[in-house]
């Protein structure tokens, strides 16, 4: 299992990762915003995307609409983070066909939950 982060936040990306570690999945590749996440999703074999929606450059909403319009990417499970403030954006996210998603701020056994729900969703957990 090869996942993707995205994040602008070095922080947010240090924390995912040491969840998916945690989780026994060490195989992670990082990005800083949607455009460069895109750019590696049409290099890389990714299983499983985890994405926050306020980026620079292309933000998690646009690579997921993105993802989900390419026939090769739209089956990878898409699970999106955003904001407290930014809750109504899941309705949006939702309409795109996000996979699962989670509100900042969340603990590590909350994203951990996420993950596994979205794995067990496509029998890989
Ligand atoms: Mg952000």
New binding site residues.
Partial sequence: MRFLVV???DTMLRIIKNTLNDLGYTDVITARHGEQAFQILTKEKIDFIIS????PVMTGIELLRKVKGTPALAKIPFLMVTAEAEKEHIVEAIQAKVDQYIIKPFNQEMLAQKINQALHKIGKA
């Fill in positions: 994040d602008d936040f926050d929606w306020n980026m």
